[in-house]
């Protein structure tokens, strides 16, 4: 059965007043600058991240972190070398979602086939609406998805 979820909420401009919905006055935020994504061995993960996902090593700071350029930069991806158990889970929800964050693909099938073909275990392709989207884990077993 395929995941329930849609992301169309997520990503939704409910309005340009300059108020949240609670009244209170929207900060300037420019985007999202890092996601964190904890790891058992980086030397093994920051390989797998860049020749499998073809993401660029735009800083090391090994042995404790490495981060990586996604698409046009922002956010950055930020390997961090981590003791504890890992998958980190994310906490049941009602929602449906199993992982922390998404990539953003223009051809998804495209993406999809390839990751297939490097040996990716990928979730079949499902749709919501207009939304597209599956699933696959990182050496680790964190969760990944990818939308159009």
């Not at 790891?39 to 993960?45: A, E, F, K, N, P």
């Not at 020749?51 to 698409?71: F, Y």
């Not at 961090?80 to 998958?87: A, R």
């Amino acid at each position: 059965m395929p995941p329930k979820y849609t992301h169309t909420v997520c990503s939704k401009d409910e309005g340009g007043n300059g108020l949240n919905e609670n009244g209170a006055s929207k900060l300037s935020f420019l985007g999202v600058d890092g996601v964190f994504m904890p790891v058992s061995d980086l030397t093994r993960s920051v390989r797998w991240y860049t020749e499998v996902l073809g993401l660029e090593i735009r800083h090391r700071d090994e042995p404790h972190a490495a981060v990586l350029k996604i698409g046009q930069g922002l956010p950055a991806l930020c390997l961090v070398q981590s003791g504890g158990p890992l998958p980190a889970p994310f906490p049941p929800n009602r929602y449906d979602v199993t992982h922390f964050f998404n990539f953003k693909a223009a051809d998804i099938d495209a993406v999809h086939s390839e990751l297939a073909a490097r040996g990716v275990d990928v979730s079949p392709i499902y749709q919501s609406d207009a939304l597209r989207y599956f699933g696959f884990q990182d050496p680790d077993g964190n969760g990944l998805g990818v939308v159009n």
